[in-house]
């Protein structure tokens, strides 16, 4: 295994076992001298000296007016003339085999082919630049794409190599795709970008340099990977793209842990992995934390900040999983906690180690879904067991119509359970008055109904309760008055027009047909 640390101002590079990877030399700042001799690189080991060597890459002189390659190494050009200008490009720039490459040992910067000066492909004396390079390894692997951050002077102090990297799958790199700043107040930053569609995974180890603590910062649309443990100590915050941890990525030291809209941090490590450091305090504000492993999740990290609305992804493998916050109720929540691909006993959430990690106004924050944020499980959140876990709550609608079938099923089976028609011949008294009675009640339950609707308790086994009482207190009534004949106006509107059960709206016509013989005039008929 060939391991080599890149030690930096501020920042130890580890590189990680052979791996297709992007390798980064880090912040070197290697000075390049006014004369003749200037200074020969190696890129393959980061090794410099002020007289060729075997195995040297890139020789800027003169404070970086003239340039001078081996053949192993050569960098991008206006034409593929292998002493033809060398090109500037700007940051974000694709070195790939679309540029023009010479062949051979060669050089820039003499007369007529100068690549200082004022021209936008042109590097600007004392300005920072890049130029791509196709090279091959000391170990004749390759070629590779790589590019170089510079600042060229015109024979003045200050000339510099800042840094470069290359990508060792053969495939495109961006300039500038990875870089870091120079250290201040004890700290410094590593950004990670690229554009839509760009891929790189880090084949090296981030970490902090002796006192400087180091920050991660991922940019752009594009996917960054990193494999390995990565013990820097300062912060990470994804503002766009991807950052993935992938099977064995670990940010087992990281401070804090920021997710901003248009970034994803996605988890994928072995059964069981822990990626992320246990007590990084963790601040959605409108990204995704997501899962996209194939192995059970079993996620511990520090509490949660809300900023704006956000999303834990859980992913679609419907295996066991966990992910686990520490009690947040102090944290500030705003938005709203999307819950995607959350399944029941399968997915599990935690804030804290009781039902105090999360105050009201946070737990209805929560919306959980079963996919991608279109089939809604519940609008709230609730506390579940003694663990801390919460779980969704059904939203009201929903319940609604779960109770209100229900209901209505308690109904129909009272509306069987007819009152028994009066013997033949029995005479009762007019009944318009208890018809009226009957006429008023059914009106309120209507207006009961109606403001039942809008609570947001789901009375359905007070409304039952209601019924059945209404329904014992008629078969009482019934029993204890003189039976006459029924009235001949027909039964209320105003009792047939509500959802009175079937024994109250057909009684008297049911009574006076069997009393009949089964004849039933076209007046009673109508006023069924």
């Known amino acids: ?45 980061g090794a410099t000296s002020s007289t060729a060597f075997a195995g040297w890459d890139v020789n800027p002189f003169f404070g970086g007016v003239g340039f001078g390659n081996s053949a192993a190494f050569q960098p991008a050009r206006i034409s593929a003339n292998n002493l033809a200008a060398v090109l500037n490009l700007a940051p974000g720039t694709i ?39 196709r090279f091959t390894t000391n170990g004749s692997a390759g070629p590779y794409f790589g590019w170089m951050r510079v600042v060229f002077t015109a024979n003045d102090a200050g000339a510099v190599v800042k840094d470069w990297a290359y990508d060792t799958t053969a495939a495109a790199i961006s300039t500038g795709n990875i ?57 990470t915050t994804v503002s766009g793209g991807r950052l993935d941890l992938g099977s064995s990525g670990k940010l087992s030291q990281t401070a804090a842990v920021t997710i901003n809209a248009g970034g994803t941090l996605l ?38 900040t809300l900023s704006s609305t956000s999303t834990i992804d859980f992913g679609t493998a419907e295996i066991a999983q966990q992910l686990r916050f520490q009690d947040s109720h102090l944290k500030g929540w705003t938005g709203i906690l999307n819950v995607w691909n959350w399944t029941a006993g399968v997915d599990r959430l935690h804030f804290g180690t009781d039902s105090s990690g999360l105050i009201a106004s946070q737990l209805n924050a929560f ?26 709550v059904p939203e009201p609608a929903s319940a609604l119509v779960a109770l209100g079938l229900l209901a209505l099923g308690a109904v129909r089976e009272c509306g069987r359970r007819r009152a028994p028609a009066p013997p033949l011949g029995a005479m009762a008294r007019s009944r318009s008055d208890e018809h009226f009675e009957l006429g008023r009640r059914c009106q309120r339950r209507l207006e009961r109904r109606r403001e039942m609707e809008h609570e947001p308790q789901f009375p359905g086994k007070r409304r039952t309760d209601h019924l059945r009482r209404d329904h014992q207190r008629y078969r009482t009534r019934l029993r204890s008055q003189p039976r006459q004949r029924p009235h001949r106006g027909g039964f209320p509107a105003e009792l047939t027009q509500c959802d009175t059960p079937s024994y109250l709206r057909n009684f008297p016509s049911d009574w006076h047909r069997r009393a009949h013989g089964g004849h039933l005039s076209s007046q009673r008929r109508n006023a069924q």
């Open 1 to 45: 295994m060939n391991v080599r640390h890149l030690i930096t101002s501020g920042l130890v590079l580890m590189a990680l076992p052979a791996m297709a990877a992007t390798i980064y030399s880090g912040l070197d700042d290697i000075a390049i001298p006014t004369g003749f001799t200037g200074i020969y690189l190696d890129i393959d080991t």
């Open 95 to 133: 070195v790939s085999s679309g540029l023009s490459y010479a062949s051979g040992v060669g050089g820039s910067g003499n007369s007529g082919h100068e690549h200082l000066g004022p021209a936008t492909n042109q590097f600007q004396p004392g300005s920072e630049g890049y130029f791509g390079f």
């Open 367 to 392: 919306r959980f879904y079963s996919d991608s944020g279109l089939t809604l499980l519940g609008d709230s959140a609730a506390f579940t067991g003694s663990f801390g876990e919460v779980v969704p």
């Open 179 to 235: 870089r870091q700043s120079a250290p201040s107040g004890g700290s410094q930053t590593t950004t990670l970008s690229g554009g839509s569609g760009e891929t790189y995974t880090l084949g090296a180890a981030l970490t902090d340099g002796g006192a400087t603590s180091t920050h991660v910062l991922k940019t752009g649309a594009g996917i960054w990977s990193l494999a390995g443990e990565h013990d820097f100590t300062g912060a």
């Open 267 to 304: 988890l994928g490590g072995a059964a069981g992995a822990d990626q992320i450091h246990d007590t990084a305090a963790m601040t959605l504000a409108g990204g995704r934390l997501g899962w996209g492993g194939l192995a059970g999740l079993n996620e511990n990290v520090g509490a949660l």
